[in-house]
């Protein structure tokens, strides 16, 4: 940094701080030389010394005295001028601060450090006909020659010798020996170059149109809307090749680990060391390579989850988010992004396209396109190769109690899934629900078994332990009842663990697979499962909405829908929406090969207009009956909703905070906004914090967040520290 700047602005990474501020501190001379933008430092503030985030410099200080920096822990960039900007943009809409912004964007880089390995190459200027080697030295040589830079064990192997025969060459001067960087490749793929299919005519209508927007040098945005099996991976595949043909760089964005699995290795077919990948499955190192490649350029493709979207990249063209209707792309943590948001705005940043890609889109992404508002509707109606869609099946539960029948398969699925194991062919089998047993109760008080942490029930897993899905807590299943001392404790509802108990029990014959996020805690466990299961080593797969949604799994042709009402009798306004993408998402993963395919959806509520819908795969009829009933209560995409969620660990303290923060909204509103609450949420308590809500509703965007701003800043100093408020825009 020359010497006309010696100050730098930096961005503090302040711990519960809401004040979003620039600071301003003096470089040391002998630092000078190695800062740049991005770098993260070590600053003194108070009494305390924190990180922070060098974001600019100035020749003079706004105020004095200035502090000098402490440090630098990182020298180089955390961050691109364009992720800054994006930073600055995620504090305004998300009311965090922008170093809680920027903890999302840098996270990747500074996780490891590159990984070295000695390698061994030959001098070939040391050798000649005359040069006395013995034929095996001769035959090291040589392989060292057509293969530099192997290890010395490495190199032994090949050449058929003891790795003693290596060291005397390098002592001689034969072999040289130096350190390089090894890059930790995730997904080694090393064919490149398969052949391309052919589009159907709706498929280069769509790649037209998205070529066109490539080339008008502004933002464009695209709802691909094509039904399941449609192609639109491919138009992901060719629009991707178009924005590199251009000198432009691709960001492809998935919901789930598993589909960013499947889809790294359909761009490395296509595109091979371009590529890169980054989601939370990787390792340490793993992370690390991936970015750094990113960052220097060298892999201009981004395949990866919602993290992703802060990739590195410097001139986007393209930002693709596959099945863009998912819940999986909003952030649950500080600050409480929507991935889908920021591509959007990262796209304007970057004068990009950003095409959104779903078979079943959110209701309020196909309303905005119906109108021409916030992006173009692009319509794919049919299936490749002249595939037709698989045909739907209801069972009702209730006819099947009224029969006798109180197993979890209905007697029309168990026949169906016998019928196509019975024919070589593989089944899915979708239940949104993990663990053995859904809820332990006591028949004697009649009080569900709890965490000790958090204000919700245990789950029974079938290794005897008891599991909170919140906070990880576990314990062995009791002999008596913690309340009462009953003896009578018993189980209700199924999970996937019973699930796959009650499948092997049925169909010995069947080779069985499960994959929910029990059975994947091990790195690259999904991999391996589906692989087995796409290469046919197993004939069912169970799992939840991780198998619901992109996969092609070209030997199913069956898939049961065990309790479809799961997601339904949530209490969310979204309950049926969710209901019918999931239903439609997991019936489109039959019949992708070539035999047609049958989907079995068991339900209690045969007759709901979500389920009507899934099984009709009629987006048509769905949107428009739940437009009806959103308009007329008053929800999105009518109105936006905030959260405000307040936590503390004495609940009493909670309690009166949530209904100062009321009071303050209440007061400094102008009647534009409306305020629910306090109120206890689903679950009260989360790892021994207690928690109140209060819900905001607003026609106006923009009124919702100055209203919140305002109240924030104003709330009382006294709760600070000790109740945690957190803001969630759209929750």
């Given at each position: 940094?020359?010497?006309?700047?010696?100050?730098?602005?930096?961005?503090v990474?302040?711990?519960?701080?809401?004040v979003?501020?620039?600071?301003?501190?003096r470089?040391p001379?002998?630092?000078?030389?190695?800062l740049c933008?991005?770098?993260?430092?070590?600053v003194?503030?108070?009494r305390?010394?924190?990180p922070?985030?060098?974001?600019?410099?100035?020749?003079?200080?706004a105020?004095?005295p200035?502090?000098?920096i402490?440090?630098i822990?990182?020298?180089?960039?955390?961050?691109?001028?364009?992720?800054?900007?994006?930073?600055?943009?995620?504090?305004?809409?998300?009311l965090?601060?922008?170093?809680?912004?920027?903890?999302?964007?840098?996270?990747?880089a500074?996780?490891?450090r590159?990984?070295?390995?000695?390698g061994?190459?030959?001098?070939p200027?040391a050798?000649?006909d005359e040069?006395a080697?013995?034929?095996?030295?001769?035959?090291?040589w040589l392989?060292?020659?057509?293969?530099?830079?192997l290890?010395?064990a490495?190199?032994?192997?090949?050449?058929?010798?003891t790795?003693?025969?290596?060291?005397?060459?390098?002592?001689?001067?034969?072999l040289?020996a130096?350190?390089?960087t090894?890059?930790?490749?995730p997904y080694p793929?090393?064919?490149?170059?398969?052949?391309?299919?052919?589009?159907?005519?709706?498929?280069?209508?769509?790649?037209?149109?998205?070529?066109?927007?490539?080339?008008?040098?502004?933002r464009?945005?695209?709802?691909?809307?094509?039904?399941?099996?449609s192609?639109k991976?491919?138009?992901?595949?060719?629009?991707?090749?178009e924005?590199l043909?251009?000198?432009?760089?691709?960001?492809v964005l998935?919901?789930?680990i598993?589909?960013?699995?499947?889809?790294?290795?359909q761009?490395?077919?296509?595109?091979?060391?371009l590529?890169?990948?980054l989601?939370?499955?990787?390792?340490?190192?793993?992370?690390?390579d991936?970015?750094?490649?990113?960052?220097?350029?060298e892999?201009?493709?981004?395949v990866?989850?919602?993290?992703?979207?802060f990739?590195?990249?410097?001139?986007?063209?393209?930002?693709?988010?596959d099945?863009?209707?998912?819940?999986?792309?909003?952030?649950?943590?500080?600050?409480?992004?929507?991935?889908?948001?920021v591509?959007?705005?990262?796209?304007?940043l970057?004068?990009?396209?950003?095409?959104?890609g779903?078979a079943t889109?959110?209701l309020?992404t196909y309303a905005?396109?119906?109108t021409?508002?916030h992006c173009?509707?692009v319509?794919l109606?049919?299936r490749?190769?002249g595939?037709?869609?698989?045909?739907?099946?209801?069972?009702?539960l209730?006819?099947e109690?009224?029969?006798?029948?109180?197993?979890?398969f209905s007697r029309?699925?168990?026949?169906k899934?016998?019928?196509?194991?019975?024919?070589g062919?593989q089944?899915?089998?979708?239940?949104?629900?993990?663990?053995?047993?859904t809820v332990?109760?006591?028949?004697s008080?009649?009080?569900p078994?709890?965490?000790?942490?958090?204000a919700?029930?245990l789950?029974?897993h079938?290794d005897?332990f008891?599991r909170?899905h919140?906070?990880?807590y576990r314990r062995p299943?009791?002999?008596?009842?913690?309340d009462?001392?009953?003896?009578?404790?018993?189980?209700?509802?199924?999970?996937t663990?019973?699930l796959?108990?009650?499948?092997?029990?049925?169909?010995?014959?069947?080779?069985?697979?499960?994959l929910?996020?029990d059975?994947?805690a091990?790195?690259?466990t999904q991999?391996?499962?589906?692989?087995?299961?796409?290469?046919?080593?197993?004939?069912?797969?169970?799992?939840?909405?991780?198998i619901?949604k992109g996969?092609?799994?070209?030997?199913?042709?069956l898939?049961g829908?065990v309790?479809?009402?799961t997601?339904?009798v949530?209490?969310?306004?979204?309950?049926a929406?969710?209901t019918?993408q999931?239903i439609t998402?997991?019936?489109g993963r039959?019949g992708?090969?070539?035999?047609?395919?049958?989907?079995?959806?068991?339900t209690?509520?045969?007759?709901?207009?979500?389920?009507q819908?899934?099984?009709?795969?009629?987006?048509q009829?769905f949107?428009?009956?739940?437009?009806?009933l959103?308009?007329?209560l008053?929800?999105?995409?009518?109105?936006v909703?905030?959260?405000v969620?307040?936590r503390?660990?004495?609940e009493?303290?909670?309690?009166?905070?949530?209904r100062?923060?009321?009071?303050?909204l209440?007061?400094?509103?102008?009647?534009s906004?409306?305020?629910?609450g306090?109120?206890p949420?689903?679950?009260v308590?989360i790892?021994?914090?207690?928690?109140r809500?209060?819900?905001?509703?607003?026609?106006?965007?923009?009124a919702?967040?100055?209203l919140?701003?305002?109240?924030?800043?104003?709330?009382?100093?006294?709760y600070?520290g000790?109740v945690?408020?957190?803001?969630d825009?759209n929750?």
């Open positions: 940094m020359p010497d006309e700047y010696p100050y730098a602005e930096i961005v990474d302040l711990p519960l701080a809401r979003d501020q620039v600071y301003h501190y470089i001379k002998h630092l000078r030389t190695e933008a991005g770098a993260r430092v070590l003194p503030f108070g305390r010394e924190l922070g985030y060098v974001v600019g410099f100035r020749a003079h200080a105020v004095t200035v502090k000098d402490a440090g822990l990182d020298a180089n960039p955390a961050f691109t001028p364009e992720l800054y900007a994006l930073a600055r943009w995620m504090a305004g809409r998300y965090c601060t922008t170093a809680q912004a920027l903890q999302c964007i840098v996270a990747p500074r996780q490891s590159p990984r070295f390995e000695e061994v190459w030959a001098v200027t050798v000649s040069t080697l013995t034929p095996k030295q001769r035959q090291v392989a060292a020659l057509e293969h530099p830079g290890s010395r490495q190199l032994a192997l090949l050449a058929g010798v790795p003693g025969v290596v060291s005397r060459l390098l002592a001689k001067g034969v040289t130096a350190r390089h090894v890059i930790r490749d793929q090393a064919a490149v170059g398969a052949e391309l299919p052919r589009l159907t005519g709706e498929q280069l209508t769509a790649l037209e149109t998205i070529k066109r927007g490539l080339d008008s040098g502004r464009e945005i695209y709802l691909l809307h094509g039904i399941t099996g192609g991976t491919e138009i992901y595949l060719r629009a991707a090749a924005a043909a251009r000198g432009r760089e691709a960001l998935v919901p789930e598993t589909l960013a699995s499947q889809l790294v290795r761009f490395k077919a296509r595109f091979g060391s590529v890169a990948v989601h939370s499955g990787l390792g340490t190192g793993e992370r690390y991936e970015w750094q490649r990113i960052f220097r350029g892999a201009p493709l981004v990866g989850t919602r993290s992703a979207v990739a590195p990249l410097r001139n986007i063209g393209l930002i693709v988010l099945e863009e209707h998912d819940g999986s792309y909003k952030q649950d943590e500080n600050p409480r992004y929507a991935a889908g948001e591509a959007r705005a990262r796209a304007l970057s004068k990009a396209v950003v095409l959104l779903s889109p959110a309020r905005g396109a119906l021409g508002e173009r509707l319509r109606t049919k490749v190769d595939r037709t869609l698989p045909k739907v099946k209801l069972v009702d209730r006819e109690l009224l029969a006798g029948n109180r197993h979890v029309y699925l168990a026949d899934i016998n019928e196509r194991l019975g024919k062919q089944v899915i089998l979708f239940l949104n629900r993990r663990g053995y047993m332990v109760l006591c028949r008080c009649g009080r078994l709890c965490c000790t942490h958090c919700i029930s789950t029974r079938n005897g008891l909170c919140y906070c990880g299943l009791p002999q008596r009842c913690p009462c001392g009953s003896t009578e404790l018993v189980g209700f509802g199924t999970g663990q019973r796959e108990e009650e499948t092997r029990r049925l169909f010995p014959q069947a080779r069985v697979l499960r929910d996020s059975t994947v091990r790195k690259r991999d391996r499962v589906l692989a087995a299961f796409r290469e046919g080593d197993a004939d069912i797969l169970i799992g939840t909405q991780m619901a996969l092609d799994l070209p030997g199913v042709t898939v829908v309790d479809a009402d997601t339904l949530l209490p969310d306004y979204q309950a929406e969710r019918f999931l998402q997991v019936a039959a992708r090969g070539p035999v047609p395919g049958e989907v079995v959806v068991q209690h509520r045969p007759e709901h207009y979500s389920i819908a899934a099984v009709r795969q009629d987006y009829r949107f428009f009956q739940e437009m009806r959103r308009r007329a008053g929800y999105p995409p009518f109105s909703l905030a959260q969620i307040l503390g660990r004495q009493e303290r909670v309690e009166q905070a949530a100062a923060f009321r009071d303050l209440v007061a400094a509103g102008d009647g906004v409306q305020v629910m306090p109120a949420p689903p679950v308590k790892k021994d914090h207690f928690r809500q209060l819900l905001l509703k607003s026609p106006k965007r923009k919702l967040h100055t919140l701003q305002v109240v924030r800043d104003r709330f009382d100093t006294d600070r000790r945690t408020v957190s803001v825009i929750p």
